[in-house]
């Protein structure tokens, strides 16, 4: 399994901006799938975005035009960089990494947004 750390997350008012980072172990960084997905509270955790090794991305609708997901092989990293945050993107935010049989997930970190 891989370990994943993320950081970056806390408190922004509406309109605010915030970036996510999530490092991973290991010497398999480059040929991961890195995601980052989102659970409020009451509801299920949701897929935000994803990056292939090719760098390739997709997002989920609501956030297409103000986030971006990236990485950095030689750090190991992903980042989420959101921007124009609102009160709906307030959850706890997981980076995910898979290869085949591979599903590591992170510990999450808290993303609040509020006036």
């Known amino acids: 399994q891989v370990q994943l750390v993320e950081s970056g997350g806390g408190l922004v008012q509406p309109g605010g901006s915030l970036r996510l980072s999530c490092v991973a172990s290991g010497n398999i960084f480059s040929i991961l799938i890195m995601g980052w997905y989102r659970q409020a509270p009451g509801k299920q955790r949701e897929l935000v975005a994803v990056?292939?090794?090719?760098?390739?991305?997709n997002y989920v609708d609501s956030v297409k035009g103000r986030f971006t997901i990236s990485r950095d092989n030689a750090k190991n990293t992903v980042y989420l960089q959101m921007s124009s945050l609102k009160a709906d993107d307030t959850a706890v935010y997981y980076c995910n990494a898979k290869r085949g049989s591979l599903d590591s997930w992170g510990q999450g970190t808290q993303v609040t947004v509020s006036s």
């Open positions: 990056i292939s090794s090719a760098h390739s991305t």
